[in-house]
């Protein structure tokens, strides 16, 4: 490597002794994007072990009809943490731990266009999710009542007005968002920025890999969607510390303008956490069925659609409340027409490895699960889509199983594949194969016995956020099934952790390119060093590493 | 393997991409544009909800001088802009010190309206939904004035200190850019919240 020279003339540093302080100094002090990605997902990851112990007990208090684990109040606050935590500490850190990682990597720089906002945004989101966490000590407020908030993570007005929500809990949850949704709008607004005005010579629009494409879009849509929910926070906090009448029913206000406020942020937000996954899949496909991603402009075109479809289908979450006819036809309509772009993205993948040589290594499994199981999330969305059958199944358990279907057995599914398709980058090591796979059937299973009875569930009429049931609702043994899944769910996720710490200490030395794969980040030294590339790259074709592999065929000859 | 890469990569090509720092003052002014819409959305759809008065046609008197003031030192700003550009940091001073004196009156001016409203027409955020909604948009619009004030002030201190504030020139490129949206919020504001809801 060339990179050797240079390594020499740096100044010699004070390496050779651990330092707990130095090593907490460079942490704080960093602005390199490599490590501030990193710090993203392992506090997304920490906080997605919380959540997901939450979603234990919740589980096991639902396990049995007129279950003892916990009790009504605690089990209002376990959920609310829960849904508040996978959104806002797990989906959102995701999104911009893998932007921040990926991003100058892929487009050939060498940080973010504005690393100090970078570092800021980090901090000033993991202390959001601090001061949310800070609502289990403080929440009782001066009134001593209150612990965690437990208005649901849609904190609907107004169970969210003094009167029915004293001490400071629900000012936790307002703030700690508040805070941390700054935090993710800073760092969006450099993904934004830095793809613009960063890339290297040659990277055009329509050179840039999908995974760029797709965190461009998902980074647009943060910036338009979340101040919405910025904006009513702040009316919130208005009406619960001034008096203000924003959602106060008795003098005029409104309690489904918070509604529609929530959702205007709320539906688009459900896709800024899908696309890293599609971002993922995007990726990985190509790589692990040899061939390049079919269709790319129209794949571009679906995600760019999505996008600005999602912004104009929010009362669909609303149906129920009592819209006019026009209205419950328009957003039934409107929610609808995600459905073809969606379909695009899925044939697309299907299409690329139509014919390819797939290698089912551990990312490439996660994929094709998430193809399956996002198809059928996608469907049940269609289904809720329409007004009539939405009035039957509105917060039941079949919405429940939807939205879990998408995120858990979408989502989740495509961040596995791509921790494990970029460990060896980050780590310079590989992962354990054998383990992987284990982790993937064992996830599998889990994920399928948890989430599929929920549908079930929905169908006969269990709704969703009771803390109990009576035992005579033909509801006991969908329960049990669900909560059965957690008996394979906890071991694989155990697996996947020991796997990931193993591996980074003592796992094979991987090189700098064991997928053989074709974008800019592989090009580089793995662990990348800090300033990315020695020389910034050149590039000719959206396939740069293939031009340098194959520079008899390269790609730029037919582009 | 870097080495590589640019050993087969053809001579280098005419590469210009936007500057970082117009895009990100591009983006933080849509990203306030979607915040300010939802204030405005529900200024418009509380309009004529109250239950009880005060009213807006009862208390509000149309702020045409504090506008003026504010529009004009839109005006202001470019002025010094272009004293700045041609290297005259005396009459950049100038300009500068009247755009902060035209955004302090807005200010004031502001101020002496609430307080004419909390005290003679009792109008606080509590009493009705004009009150909350009328605070609530106008005072976010007059908390980013503040802020656009704070900035302004900060060029004027250093640039009086002796800072070559000829050598920030993008910089207070931006920070008007960020004036300019500003007033531009006011003319929305004061159109739905003086004319169209009065």
Avoid at chain 1, 108 to 120: C, I, K, Q, T, Y
Avoid at chain 1, 497 to 503: G, R, T
Avoid at chain 2, 62 to 70: E, H, R, T
Avoid at chain 2, 79 to 107: N, P, Q, S
Wanted: charged content about 10%; aromatic content about 16%; overall charge neutral.
């Amino acid at each position: 490597m060339a990179s050797i020279d240079h390594q020499v003339e740096r100044p010699p540093v004070a390496e050779a002794r651990f330092s707990f302080s130095s090593h907490l100094y460079e942490l704080i002090s960093t602005v390199d994007h490599k490590r501030l990605g990193l710090m993203y997902i392992v506090t997304a990851l920490l906080f997605l072990v919380i959540a997901g112990l939450m979603a234990t007990i919740i589980r096991l208090q639902l396990a049995f009809p007129n279950g003892r684990v916990v009790d009504a109040d605690t089990f209002n606050r376990l959920f609310t943490m829960h849904g508040t935590t996978m959104v806002f500490l797990v989906g959102m850190p995701f999104v911009a731990g893998l932007s921040n990682y990926l991003v100058p990597l892929m487009i050939g720089a060498r940080d973010m266009a504005f690393p100090r906002l970078n570092a800021f945004g980090f901090w000033i989101f993991l202390f959001g999710g601090f001061l949310l966490y800070f609502s289990y000590i403080g929440g009782s407020g001066l009134s001593g009542a209150g612990s965690a908030p437990d208005v649901g993570w849609f904190a609907y007005a107004p169970l969210t007005s003094r009167a029915f929500s004293r001490g400071a809990s629900t000012d936790y949850w307002i703030l700690g968002i508040f805070v941390a949704g700054i935090g993710s709008i800073a760092s969006a607004l450099n993904v934004i920025v830095t793809t613009i005005s960063m890339r290297c010579p040659g990277m055009t629009l329509n050179r840039m890999p999908m995974f760029v494409w797709v965190m461009l879009i998902d980074s647009w849509l943060i910036i338009i969607a979340l101040p919405p929910l910025s904006a009513a926070q702040i009316m919130l906090l208005i009406d619960r510390f001034l008096g203000g009448n924003f959602f106060n029913t008795q003098s005029g206000g409104s309690a489904v303008l918070w509604q529609h406020f929530f959702w205007i942020f709320g539906h688009p937000e459900v896709y800024i956490l899908i696309f890293p996954a599609f971002a993922i899949l995007s990726e990985v496909i190509p790589i692990f069925s040899r061939k390049p991603i079919f269709g790319r402009p129209a794949m571009v075109g679906a995600v760019a659609s999505i996008g600005f479809i999602s912004l104009g289908v929010w009362a669909h979450h609303m149906f129920a409340v009592g819209m006019t006819s026009w209205s419950n036809t328009f957003f039934t309509a409107s929610t609808m027409l995600v459905g073809i772009p969606t379909g695009i993205k899925i044939f697309n993948w299907t299409a690329t490895m139509y014919g390819g040589k797939i290698r089912l290594a551990t990312p490439m499994l996660f994929c094709c699960a998430f193809l399956f199981q996002f198809l059928i999330a996608g469907l049940t969305g269609i289904m809720l889509a329409t007004g009539p059958f939405d009035w039957q199944l509105h917060d039941s358990y079949f919405v429940v199983g939807h939205f879990h279907f998408t995120l858990v057995a979408g989502l989740v599914f495509g961040l596995f594949a791509g921790m494990y398709y970029w460990f060896p980058k980050v780590s310079g090591r590989m992962y354990n194969e054998t383990w992987g796979k284990w982790h993937f059937w064992l996830f599998l299973l889990g994920v399928e016995l948890t989430f599929v009875p929920m549908h079930f569930l929905g169908f006969l009429g269990m709704p969703r956020r009771i803390y109990t049931y009576a035992p005579d609702r033909g509801w006991n043994f969908w329960n049990l099934l669900a909560t059965s899944g957690l008996l394979f769910q906890l071991p694989a996720t155990v697996i996947f952790v020991w796997n990931m710490l193993w591996s980074t200490f003592k796992g094979e030395r991987a090189g700098d390119d064991p997928w053989d794969a074709w974008t800019l980040e592989w090009g580089t030294t793995s662990p990348p060093p800090e300033y990315n590339f020695e020389s910034i790259p050149e590039v000719r074709s959206s396939r740069p590493l293939w031009d340098l592999k194959n520079p008899n065929d390269p790609d730029w000859k037919f582009e | 393997m870097d080495a590589v890469l640019t050993e087969t990569a053809p001579a280098s090509v005419e590469w210009k991409l936007p500057d970082r720092g117009t895009m990100g003052i591009i983006f933080l002014i849509v990203t306030e544009t979607a915040l300010f819409t939802i204030f405005v959305v529900a200024y418009l759809v509380y309009i004529g909800k109250s239950l009880s008065g005060p009213y807006p046609k009862d208390v509000l008197d149309l702020p045409i001088l504090a506008s003026i003031c504010l529009l004009s030192s839109s005006v202001t700003i470019v002025f010094a802009e272009h004293a700045l550009k041609r290297h005259r940091i005396g009459l950049f001073k100038l300009w500068w010190l009247a755009t902060i004196l035209l955004g302090l009156e807005f200010l004031v001016s502001t101020g002496l309206e609430w307080r004419k409203l909390i005290y003679e027409d009792h109008l606080t955020v509590s009493t009705n939904l004009f009150g909350t909604t009328f605070y609530s948009l106008v005072g976010l619009h007059a908390s980013h004035v503040i802020v656009g004030m704070a900035f302004l002030l900060l060029v004027m201190i250093v640039s009086l200190m002796g800072f070559p504030i000829h050598t920030q020139e993008r910089r207070v490129k931006f920070l008007s850019w960020y004036w300019h949206f500003v007033d531009g919020v006011w003319v929305i504001v004061f159109s739905v919240v003086y004319i169209i809801g009065r």
